[in-house]
């Protein structure tokens, strides 16, 4: 069922340069969407962050005939809205500080229950790209691992990525640096009216938006948000696919790189991220497996019924009594160990199946 502020959150993301951090500051000071318009200038300036410029945007009425005439689009060709108050926005992309407050698909549902990978890198992409593409995620079919691959729908590794998912009947997300009105490359629209039919095509832009520069990188931090990792096939030593690796990076999330050859153009972006310690290697499947902990075996394993806890596990898990998802800095501070010593701790809980790490490294006692 839409959400029925859902006019109002349009005008609010309608208004130029707000962007999703300051709507979020300005709908939690105005206690609900239902009050933003109601705050009067006064109310509007008090707010840090806020001056003259954006607070006259805010109190302009033109941002609703936007958001009418978007509605309209909507209604018309079906869009999917979700916004980040909703039950269905999805968990991973949540973490994210700067994810968007609202945004549309078309095409299957986002769902919290499965594994997402994004696949990025070069549009010049080489053969050599294009079948690791092919061989990685036939082999994520093959181990059994119900994953979602995510990419840009670009030239070169993106739209390799998503031809790869489906051969595999893998379901596949296209995030776009543009409205749902159009198509770039509109060479790429046949692949992307197959994917609506086991994925999704997914933009935080208005209609009538077009892709520029700055849009591709704003919508390089959906593809790192919603992944559980971020693979970067092939890059050069600038572009994209470094900037999603660096956001996913940014919000706690692992990052792979595959290696090349020594002074291939398309493998220096790789190479370094790999030298510098921002990405792990990546040669095949079981690299993923290893480092995300994704067993290919699904069969339940037998929890043993007494666990032998150390005093200083004991008084951890002491932060967990409420059942509460907790962030590493969160377990220090309310622990009062160090980091060093927390991390130790976390990861022998979470060996002896006491304590679980998910996506955004946030933990939870099982």
Not at 143 to 151: A, K, P, T
Not at 276 to 284: C, D, I, Q
């Amino acid at each position: 069922m839409p959400n029925p502020n859902i006019r109002d959150y349009l005008a609010l993301m309608a208004i130029p340069r707000i962007g999703s951090i300051n709507s979020r500051k300005l709908i939690a000071y105005a206690q609900g969407i239902e009050n933003v318009f109601k705050l009067s200038r006064k109310d509007l300036l008090k707010i840090p962050g806020f001056g003259n410029q954006i607070v006259e945007q805010i109190l302009s009425n033109k941002h609703f005939q936007l958001a009418d005439k978007e509605l309209e689009f909507i209604e018309k060709y079906k869009i999917k809205v979700t916004i980040f108050f909703d039950d269905d926005y999805p968990y991973r992309l949540k973490q994210s500080d700067d994810c968007p407050l609202l945004y549309f698909s078309r095409g299957q549902a986002i769902s919290d229950n499965r594994k997402y990978l994004s696949v990025v890198g070069t549009r010049n992409a080489t053969q050599r790209g294009i079948d690791f593409c092919n061989k990685l995620i036939s082999e994520l079919k093959q181990s059994g691992h119900d994953v979602v691959i995510v990419s840009g729908l670009a030239f070169g590794i993106d739209i390799a990525a998503h031809k790869a998912a489906l051969k595999e009947n893998l379901p596949t997300i296209g995030i776009l640096a543009h409205g749902l009105d159009q198509l770039y490359p509109a060479k790429h629209r046949d692949v992307a009216t197959q994917m609506l039919e086991q994925g999704a095509v997914v933009s935080e832009f208005f209609s009538g938006m077009f892709p520029d520069k700055n849009n591709f990188i704003r919508r390089n931090r959906i593809i790192a948000g919603l992944s559980d990792a971020t693979i970067v096939v092939e890059s050069g030593t600038t572009g994209g696919s470094l900037i999603t690796a660096n956001l996913a990076n940014s919000y706690s999330r692992d990052v792979f790189a595959v290696p090349g050859r020594l002074g291939d153009k398309y493998s220096l972006g790789c190479n370094k991220l790999i030298k510098t310690n921002r990405a792990a290697l990546l040669e095949s499947v079981a690299d993923i497996e290893y480092l995300l902990g994704w067993n290919r075996n699904t069969e339940p394993k037998q929890k043993e019924l007494f666990v032998n806890l150390t005093k200083e596990e004991e008084q951890l898990l002491t932060v967990f009594e409420n059942g509460e998802e907790l962030n590493i800095d969160t377990i220090c501070r309310e622990s009062e160990f160090t980091m060093a010593k927390v991390s130790a701790l976390l990861l022998n809980l979470e060996f002896s199946g006491v304590i679980k790490c998910l996506p955004g490294k946030i933990f939870v006692k099982i």
